[in-house]
Every structure is written in structure tokens, then in C-alpha cells.
Nanobody
Framework: QVQLVESGGGLVQPGGSLRLSCAAS????????VHWYRQAPGKERELVAS???????NYARYAEGRFTISRENANNTVYLQMNSLKVEDTAVYYC???????????WGQGTQVTVSS
């Protein structure tokens, strides 16, 4: 069983930055794909960024150039550095881990990001 804990959310002004963390338990982290999603009020959950076990990254168009996903396998942690935040980035951000060993998905509980002046 894998548990994911997100942290780093909060209130920030437009143009500001936040770094989200997703810490995973278990020993299969290095053999997993990790994704960040977000869900704004009244909207569907959407993919923000992904990182493979080898470090290859992929971003939603609105995240390219502003957000950076990275991982530290030694610490079982994935980060999402978010810069130049906009009001429309306000959402609950979730991480999802997909294990390459057995194809299971795990979700964290989410962390709130609010961008407001």
C-alpha cells in the first residue's frame, strides 16, 4: 500500500510562486510515474504535469514555462514548482502515483492553492 501526502499549498498573490511536494511511502517510488492534477471549484480534475521514473516530463499547455515538475527518488518525493501564478491557477492540487510494477494508482488528499490579491 502506498500513501501520498501533498503539502506546500497556500494563499499567494498573482505573480507569486509556490512549491508543492508529494511525499510517498513504500519502496516502489522509483518504479512509478507521478502526475500532478488540479481541480477548481465546479470544474473537472485536469492533468497539470507528469514525470516518468527516468525523469522525463510533460506539461499541460497552460503550465509550460511556468511550472516545473521534478522528483527525488532518494526521498520518495515529487515537487511542483509553480511560478508566475495566476488567479485561474486556484484549485486543489493532487498527486497521483502509478506503479509500473503492478499498474495500481494512488491519490493523495490534495492541497489547496489560492491565488488572490
Amino acid at each position: 500500500q502506498v500513501q501520498l501526502v501533498e503539502s506546500g499549498g497556500g494563499l499567494v498573490q498573482p505573480g507569486g510562486s509556490l512549491r508543492l511536494s508529494c511525499a510517498a511511502s513504500g519502496s516502489i517510488f522509483s518504479l512509478s510515474l507521478v502526475h500532478w492534477y488540479r481541480q477548481a471549484p465546479g470544474k473537472e480534475r485536469e492533468l497539470v504535469a507528469s514525470i516518468t521514473n527516468s525523469g522525463r516530463t510533460n506539461y499541460a499547455r497552460y503550465a509550460e514555462g511556468r511550472f516545473t515538475i521534478s522528483r527525488e527518488n532518494a526521498n520518495n518525493t515529487v515537487y511542483l514548482q509553480m511560478n508566475s501564478l495566476k488567479v485561474e491557477d486556484t484549485a486543489v492540487y493532487y498527486c497521483r502515483l502509478f506503479t509500473l510494477t503492478d499498474g495500481r494508482n494512488y491519490w493523495g488528499q490534495g492541497t489547496q492553492v489560492t491565488v488572490s490579491s
